[in-house]
């Protein structure tokens, strides 16, 4: 336990900066979770539409610290790929 009031302020920064990235962090899940979804199950459009949404999200994570900002780049970079796989042309099987 914290005795110093230098070392009690620490404390209550430390448990507010951990709530707030929780949220976060959830949040970034949340929406990269409906772009897989939208990739699986429905068209280009939604995934795009989705993936945009995401990127916003991320990008913000990244900003505040919640996230890396190179692991935030690496799954929209991911991502990105992924829905535009999408458009892409299925070559016929041999």
Do not use: C, F, W
Not at 41 to 65: Q, R, T
Not at 82 to 91: R, T
């Amino acid at each position: 336990m914290a005795n110093h009031p230098s070392a009690e302020k620490r404390n209550r920064q430390r448990t507010k900066r951990a709530l707030r990235n929780r949220s976060i962090k959830s949040t970034v899940r949340t929406y990269v979770k409906r772009v897989r979804t939208a990739i699986e199950k429905s068209g280009k459009a939604e995934a795009a539409e989705a993936l945009k949404k995401a990127i916003v999200v991320l990008d913000k994570a990244a900003s505040k610290g919640a996230v890396h900002r190179k692991a935030a780049s690496r799954v929209i970079s991911r991502l990105a790929s992924q829905v535009h796989k999408l458009a892409l042309p299925v070559p016929p099987s041999a």
